[in-house]
C-alpha cells in the first residue's frame, strides 16, 4: 500500500465530505449535485436533474480543468462525486481524490496487483463505491479493498479469489445496505463465476451466488457432464437494485469456452442471463436467459437499466437492456416475465422468439471450421458501456455497433489460468480507425447513438459516428445527451431528435460513462478520455 501528496491528506481530511449513509444513496435524486453510485442512482438509469446546462448554452461549454492519470492503461472509470470531492481510479488499481471544483489532488492510494493477475481485455478497473467514510475498490488480481474516504488509508483488504486461476475484478463495486456485492471476471480462463456479497464494516463475505451451478443446484442440467466446473459466466459489470422489491440484479457474461460449444451441450445457465437476488441472502429469486448455448461471445453484462414506465396502458415496474446479442429487451423486473424484445442493430442468428421469450435460432448459424459470418460481430451490438433512460423523452439511448464477426472453430482444452476460448473470431473487413472506413462496404464496422422507445422497441433517431464507439452515455433534465466515441470527440446532441449542438476534441478515445455533478451551484459535466479526465463547465 502506498499513500502519496501526504502533506494534502493532512490538511483536507476535516474538509472531506460527511458520511454518505445508504439513505442518501437510495435517495441521490435528491441531491444531483452529487454521484454517489457508477450509474449515477440504484435505479441505473444514468439521467441527472441538473439544468443549468441547456440545449440553447451549451455552445458555451469549456473545458475548467483535467486531471492527468499517470497510467497509459484504459481509462474506463466513471468517478464518483461526494460533496465537492471527486473519487475516481486510475488503472490497474489507484484511488484518486480531487477536488471536484479546481482538479486538485488530495490524495492517491497504489495497489500493486499481483503478478498472477491476467484479466482478458485490459488491466483496467471502473471506479468505486462509498458508503458512510468509506470508499471500496476491486482489484485485478481479485482482492476487495476498503479505504478511508478522507486519508486513503486501508481499513481492510480481502482476498476474493485466486488471481492465477484467471480471477479478477474489474468493475466497480455495488453497495446494498450494509453490503458491498461485486462479481468476478475471467470468463475466458475457464473460471467457475460468482457474485459475493461482503460486510461493509469488516470485509466478511455474508454469501457467495455462483453463476454457474453445481450438482445439486437449479439449472446444472444445462452443462453436459462436468463442463460447469469451466462454465466462465464471469461477471465484469455493476449490478443495480430496487429497494421496494429488495432485489439486486446483475448481468452475467459467456459460457466457456467462448467460441466452441461442443463439451458444454445445454442451455449453459446462468451464463449470458440477467439473475434477481436477494441482496441480503444471495438466493436466486429469478432470471432470463438472452443467448441460451452462447457460441459468439455475448455477455450479458451490460447494466440492468430500471424505470417505472406505462405499459400498455398501466403502470409497470420493468427492466430495459440493451444486449451485446443485439437484441433491445423489456422485462418485468418483479417477476422476470419477458416483455418485449426486437433487435437494434442488424442481427442474423435468430429470427424471433418463441412464446416463452426464447430466441429461436438460424439453422446453420453457429461457429464451423470454415468460419460462419454473423450479425452483429464478436464485440456485440453494444457491449458494456453504458446506455441511459430519460424519464423526459421516455426514449432509452443505445450506445451501438453495426458489424459483423466471421466466427471459426476451433479446439481447446482447459488448463487452469491459460485462455480457454477456441479460435478468435476474424472481421471480414479492416476495422475502422480514425474515419477510414471500407469503402466496398462502407456500412461495416461504424458506431452510433440509438434512441429506442421501450414500448416498442421501434428506433426513433440515430447519430452515426465515424468510428464505433466505447463510451457511455449520460442524458439531463434538460433534454441533452453526452456521449463520446473513438476518435475523441466528445458530444452534446439534444435527447429528443439526436442532433448535435456541441463538440470537444478530448485528442483520445472515450471509454467511460460521461457523469454530471454541481459545486456551488455550478454545474459539472465529466469524462474520462485517453489518459485523462476532462471537466466542463458553462463559461
Same mark, same amino acid.
Given at each position: 500500500?502506498?499513500?502519496?501528496?501526504?502533506?494534502?491528506?493532512?490538511?483536507?481530511?476535516?474538509? *472531506?465530505?460527511?458520511?454518505?449513509?445508504?439513505?442518501?444513496?437510495?435517495?441521490?435524486? %435528491? /441531491?444531483?449535485?452529487?454521484?454517489?453510485?457508477?450509474?449515477?442512482?440504484?435505479? +441505473?438509469?444514468?439521467?441527472?436533474?441538473?439544468?443549468?446546462?441547456?440545449?440553447?448554452?451549451?455552445?458555451?461549454?469549456?473545458?475548467?480543468?483535467?486531471?492527468?492519470?499517470?497510467?497509459?492503461?484504459?481509462?474506463?472509470?466513471?468517478?464518483?462525486?461526494?460533496?465537492?470531492?471527486?473519487?475516481?481510479?486510475?488503472?490497474?488499481?489507484?484511488?484518486?481524490?480531487?477536488?471536484?471544483?479546481?482538479?486538485?489532488?488530495?490524495?492517491?492510494?497504489?495497489?500493486?496487483?499481483?503478478?498472477?493477475?491476467?484479466?482478458?481485455?485490459?488491466?483496467?478497473?471502473?471506479?468505486?463505491?462509498?458508503?458512510?467514510?468509506? *470508499?471500496?475498490?476491486?482489484?485485478?488480481?481479485?482482492?476487495?479493498? $476498503?479505504?478511508?474516504?478522507?486519508?486513503?488509508?486501508?481499513?481492510?483488504?480481502?482476498?476474493?479469489?485466486?488471481? %492465477?486461476?484467471?480471477?479478477?475484478?474489474?468493475?466497480?463495486?455495488?453497495?446494498? %445496505?450494509?453490503?458491498?456485492?461485486?462479481?468476478?471476471?475471467?470468463?475466458?480462463?475457464?473460471?467457475?463465476?460468482?457474485?459475493?456479497?461482503?460486510?461493509?464494516?469488516?470485509?466478511?463475505?455474508?454469501?457467495?451466488?455462483?453463476?454457474?451451478?453445481?450438482?445439486?443446484?437449479?439449472?446444472?442440467?444445462?452443462?453436459?457432464?462436468?463442463?460447469?466446473?469451466?462454465?466462465?459466466?464471469? @461477471?465484469?459489470?455493476?449490478?443495480?437494485?430496487?429497494?421496494?422489491?429488495?432485489?439486486?440484479?446483475?448481468?452475467?457474461?459467456?459460457?466457456?469456452?467462448?467460441?466452441?460449444?461442443?463439451?458444454?451441450?445445454?442451455?449453459?445457465?446462468?451464463?449470458?442471463?440477467?439473475?434477481?437476488?436477494?441482496?441480503?441472502?444471495?438466493? *436466486?429469486?429469478?432470471?432470463?436467459?438472452?443467448?441460451?448455448?452462447? /457460441?459468439?461471445?455475448?455477455?450479458?453484462?451490460?447494466?440492468?437499466?430500471?424505470?417505472?414506465?406505462?405499459?400498455?396502458?398501466?403502470?409497470?415496474?420493468?427492466?430495459?437492456?440493451?444486449?451485446?446479442?443485439?437484441?433491445?429487451?423489456?422485462?418485468?423486473?418483479?417477476?422476470?416475465?419477458?416483455?418485449?424484445? %426486437?433487435?437494434?442493430?442488424?442481427?442474423?442468428?435468430?429470427?424471433?422468439? !418463441?412464446?416463452?421469450?426464447?430466441?429461436?435460432?438460424?439453422?446453420?448459424?453457429?461457429?464451423?471450421?470454415?468460419?460462419?459470418?454473423?450479425?452483429?460481430?464478436?464485440?456485440?451490438?453494444?457491449?458494456?458501456?453504458?446506455?441511459?433512460?430519460?424519464?423526459?423523452?421516455?426514449?432509452?439511448?443505445?450506445?451501438?455497433?453495426?458489424?459483423?464477426?466471421?466466427?471459426?472453430?476451433?479446439?481447446? /482444452?482447459?488448463?487452469?489460468?491459460?485462455?480457454?476460448?477456441?479460435?478468435?473470431?476474424? +472481421?471480414?473487413?479492416?476495422?475502422?480507425? +480514425?474515419?477510414?472506413?471500407?469503402?466496398?462496404? !462502407?456500412?461495416?464496422?461504424?458506431?452510433? @447513438?440509438?434512441?429506442?422507445?421501450?414500448?416498442?422497441?421501434?428506433?426513433?433517431?440515430?447519430?452515426?459516428?465515424?468510428?464505433?464507439?466505447?463510451?457511455?452515455?449520460?442524458?439531463?433534465?434538460?433534454?441533452?445527451?453526452?456521449?463520446?466515441?473513438?476518435?475523441?470527440?466528445?458530444?452534446?446532441?439534444?435527447?429528443?431528435?439526436?442532433?448535435?449542438?456541441?463538440?470537444?476534441?478530448?485528442?483520445?478515445?472515450?471509454?467511460?460513462?460521461?457523469?454530471?455533478?454541481?459545486?456551488?451551484?455550478?454545474?459539472?459535466?465529466?469524462? $474520462?478520455?485517453?489518459?485523462?479526465?476532462?471537466?466542463?463547465?458553462?463559461?
Amino acid at each position: 500500500m502506498k499513500i502519496t501528496h501526504a502533506l494534502l491528506v493532512l490538511a483536507a481530511a476535516a474538509s *472531506l465530505p460527511a458520511q454518505v449513509s445508504f439513505d442518501r444513496i437510495l435517495a441521490a435524486g %435528491k /441531491e444531483p449535485q452529487n454521484w454517489l453510485t457508477y450509474s449515477g442512482s440504484l435505479m +441505473s438509469q444514468r439521467y441527472s436533474t441538473l439544468d443549468q446546462i441547456k440545449p440553447s448554452n451549451v455552445k458555451d461549454l469549456e473545458l475548467q480543468w483535467v486531471f492527468q492519470s499517470r497510467s497509459l492503461e484504459k481509462f474506463e472509470a466513471t468517478a464518483l462525486v461526494v460533496d465537492g470531492v471527486m473519487y475516481t481510479t486510475q488503472a490497474p488499481n489507484d484511488v484518486v481524490a480531487i477536488d471536484a471544483l479546481t482538479g486538485r489532488v488530495l490524495w492517491i492510494y497504489s495497489w500493486t496487483p499481483s503478478r498472477d493477475a491476467r484479466p482478458c481485455c485490459g488491466r483496467v478497473n471502473r471506479g468505486v463505491a462509498i458508503l458512510g467514510n468509506t *470508499l471500496f475498490m476491486g482489484t485485478i488480481d481479485a482482492h476487495l479493498i $476498503a479505504l478511508d474516504a478522507k486519508t486513503g488509508k486501508v481499513i481492510w483488504n480481502v482476498k476474493v479469489a485466486e488471481a %492465477k486461476a484467471g480471477y479478477a475484478i474489474t468493475h466497480a463495486p455495488l453497495v446494498v %445496505k450494509d453490503k458491498v456485492i461485486i462479481g468476478t471476471a475471467g470468463g475466458e480462463y475457464g473460471i467457475r463465476g460468482f457474485i459475493s456479497a461482503f460486510d461493509a464494516a469488516t470485509g466478511k463475505e455474508d454469501w457467495r451466488f455462483y453463476t454457474i451451478p453445481g450438482p445439486g443446484e437449479p439449472g446444472n442440467e444445462t452443462w453436459a457432464g462436468d463442463s460447469w466446473k469451466t462454465g466462465g459466466g464471469s @461477471v465484469w459489470m455493476t449490478g443495480s437494485y430496487d429497494p421496494a422489491l429488495n432485489l439486486t440484479y446483475w448481468g452475467v457474461g459467456n459460457p466457456g469456452p467462448d467460441w466452441n460449444g461442443d463439451k458444454r451441450a445445454g442451455d449453459n445457465l446462468y451464463s449470458d442471463s440477467v439473475v434477481a437476488l436477494d441482496p441480503d441472502t444471495g438466493k *436466486l429469486k429469478w432470471h432470463y436467459q438472452f443467448s441460451p448455448h452462447d /457460441e459468439f461471445d455475448f455477455d450479458a453484462v451490460q447494466v440492468p437499466v430500471l424505470a417505472d414506465i406505462n405499459w400498455k396502458g398501466s403502470p409497470r415496474k420493468v427492466m430495459m437492456w440493451a444486449n451485446r446479442n443485439g437484441l433491445f429487451y423489456v422485462i418485468d423486473r418483479t417477476t422476470g416475465q419477458f416483455l418485449l424484445g %426486437k433487435p437494434f442493430v442488424e442481427v442474423n442468428w435468430m429470427n424471433g422468439f !418463441d412464446e416463452k421469450g426464447r430466441p429461436m435460432r438460424v439453422p446453420g448459424k453457429v461457429p464451423t471450421p470454415e468460419g460462419t459470418l454473423i450479425k452483429p460481430g464478436n464485440q456485440g451490438g453494444t457491449n458494456w458501456y453504458s446506455p441511459s433512460f430519460s424519464p423526459r423523452t421516455g426514449l432509452f439511448y443505445i450506445p451501438s455497433w453495426e458489424y459483423s464477426s466471421i466466427y471459426v472453430k476451433q479446439p481447446v /482444452e482447459y488448463a487452469e489460468g491459460r485462455l480457454f476460448a477456441g479460435a478468435m473470431p476474424q +472481421s471480414p473487413v479492416p476495422m475502422v480507425r +480514425s474515419g477510414q472506413i471500407n469503402q466496398k462496404t !462502407d456500412e461495416e464496422g461504424y458506431g452510433a @447513438v440509438r434512441a429506442v422507445d421501450p414500448n416498442t422497441g421501434d428506433p426513433k433517431w440515430e447519430f452515426k459516428m465515424a468510428d464505433v464507439t466505447d463510451s457511455g452515455i449520460l442524458t439531463t433534465a434538460t433534454d441533452l445527451l453526452f456521449v463520446g466515441g473513438r476518435e475523441g470527440y466528445f458530444f452534446a446532441l439534444d435527447a429528443k431528435n439526436g442532433n448535435m449542438l456541441w463538440k470537444a476534441n478530448t485528442g483520445g478515445q472515450i471509454s467511460a460513462g460521461p457523469m454530471s455533478y454541481a459545486v456551488n451551484g455550478k454545474q459539472y459535466i465529466a469524462v $474520462a478520455s485517453g489518459s485523462s479526465l476532462f471537466v466542463y463547465a458553462l463559461r
